[in-house]
């Protein structure tokens, strides 16, 4: 989906995208109807990728944070799923989201994507959209803190194309980037695509 097709209303965001391994999947806005779907996500992810997406270790997701990430204005607080299946069958395989703090030019950005399907290039597809959309509601910069330790989120981030600053502290690594296309994130996108029309299990691609 390029920017200039990027729906008014971003509730209604939808569009194929390609896995580096040749599956198509649906990119999609959450919907207050997703928690069910996002329970599940969260119950299928193992306690590492849980870890590494909340920094603690737990084991539910209450009521009130149902809602919250599922009752999303599309505004300060932007969220996508990565999904298989049709209907009832449909199910999120990762979720990305960001969401506006004090500063309406910059937003935190988060993922959190199945075990079963890391390696396949959720993370990377999760990011671009993400990109696309912050650049059309004038986010000029994205913030992430990623844990030391993992080495797949990292990944996508410096693998991504787009100019990322890092800092560490305390085993926690801040990363910084303008959500701006540039040459080197244009290319990513264009080697993720070929080698995802070859279906070549992502030799050379970010593992996550």
């Known amino acids: 989906m390029r920017s200039e097709d990027i729906p008014a209303d971003l509730r209604d965001y939808a569009t194929s995208d390609i896995l580096r391994d040749g599956e198509e999947i649906l990119v999609r806005a ?30 539910e997701l209450g009521e009130a ?12 607080h932007v969220g996508l799923a990565a999904t298989l299946g049709k209907g009832d069958a449909e199910r999120f395989i990762g979720v990305g989201r960001y969401i ?8 935190e950005v988060a993922f959190a994507v199945l075990d079963a399907h890391q390696g396949r290039g959720v993370g990377t597809i999760l990011l671009e959209h993400l990109a696309r959309i912050a650049r059309a509601q004038a986010v000029e ?11 797949p989120m990292l990944n996508v981030f410096e693998q991504s194309g787009f100019r990322v ?10 990363l910084v980037f303008p959500t701006a296309e540039t040459g080197e994130s244009t290319k990513a996108h264009g080697e993720r695509t070929r080698s995802a029309a070859h279906g070549n299990g992502g030799r050379g691609e970010p593992p996550k």
């Open 30 to 59: 959450i919907r207050p109807d997703d928690k069910r779907r996002l329970l599940e996500h969260f119950h299928g992810l193992s306690p590492t990728s849980v870890h590494n997406r909340f920094f603690s270790m737990r084991r």
């Open 100 to 107: 506006r703090g004090a500063d309406p030019k910059r937003a």
């Open 141 to 151: 910069h994205f913030d992430a803190d990623v844990l030391a330790d993992n080495r």
């Open 65 to 76: 944070e149902l809602t919250r990430l599922t009752e999303l204005d599309f505004r300060d």
């Open 165 to 174: 600053h890092r800092a560490a502290d305390s085993g926690v690594v801040h």
